[in-house]
T-cell receptor, first 112, second 115 residues
Framework: AQSVSQHNHHVILSEAASLELGCNYSYGGTVNLFWYVQYPGQHLQLLLKYFSGDPLVKGIKGFEAEFIKSKFSFNLRKPSVQWSDTAEYFC??????????FGKGITLSVRP | EAQVTQNPRYLITVTGKKLTVTCSQN?????MSWYRQDPGLGLRQIYY???????DKGDVPEGYKVSRKEKRNFPLILESPSPNQTSLYFCASSSGRGGFTDTQYFGPGTRLTVL
């Protein structure tokens, strides 16, 4: 069965700082990878996803993620965060059975 | 507007009193799921359905039931709620083309408190 590990539980940054949120998964086969975001009081929405092809994936609101197969990683990045990026971020993976497994989430707080 | 709706949004109940949380989607999606979100545990899948009359257990199915009699609806039933089912619940749907590999569309959530 697959699993997802997100390294930090709470990240605090100042506006304009660069962001990198770690995500590692364990699964030996072909995977599909996702980052979802949950803004305060709202439901989850998709930031970006990787199925195949270019391992550098661009999503909404200036986010991007890089799939590194050798490291089983799919880290989320943004060059310059804004206060409005304050949210909880979830990495998720599907394996051969197409079951979707979420990580425990990372809370990002951006100070204005 | 394409959306997933859940009702109620907030519910406070007592131990043992049966309740149903409804979920409906208007996107003609085959796949639907229920998740619970708890602090420090992220989202855990309770049940999922790949089509009408086809349901299966997720990671934490104990104490829950579901049914899928119509494509658009996927209610979550708690026959005898207990305090450890106090949580935030999300329903999600996705198209049948790729199952859960497709983008999940989430409902707004139902915050349940069981006293």
């Amino acid at each position: 069965a697959q699993s997802v590990s997100q390294h930090n539980h709470h990240v605090i940054l100042s506006e304009a700082a660069s962001l990198e949120l770690g995500c590692n998964y364990s699964y030996g086969g072909t995977v599909n990878l996702f980052w979802y975001v949950q803004y305060p009081g709202q439901h989850l929405q998709l930031l970006l996803k990787y199925f195949s092809g270019d391992p550098l994936v661009k999503g909404i609101k200036g986010f991007e993620a890089e799939f590194i197969k050798s490291k089983f990683s799919f880290n989320l990045r943004k060059p310059s965060v804004q206060w409005s990026d304050t949210a909880e971020y979830f990495c998720a993976v599907t394996g051969a059975n197409s079951k979707l497994t979420f990580g425990k989430g990372i809370t990002l707080s951006v100070r204005p | 507007e394409a959306q997933v709706t859940q009702n109620p949004r907030y519910l406070i109940t007592v131990t043992g009193k049966k309740l149903t949380v409804t979920c409906s989607q208007n996107m003609n999606h085959e796949y639907m799921s229920w998740y619970r979100q708890d602090p420090g545990l992220g989202l855990r899948q309770i049940y999922y359905s790949m089509n009408v009359e086809v349901t299966d257990k997720g990671d934490v199915p104990e104490g829950y039931k579901v049914s899928r009699k119509e494509k658009r609806n996927f209610p979550l039933i708690l026959e005898s709620p207990s305090p450890n089912q106090t949580s935030l619940y999300f329903c999600a749907s996705s198209s049948g083309r790729g199952g859960f590999t497709d983008t999940q569309y989430f409902g707004p959530g139902t915050r349940l408190t069981v006293l």
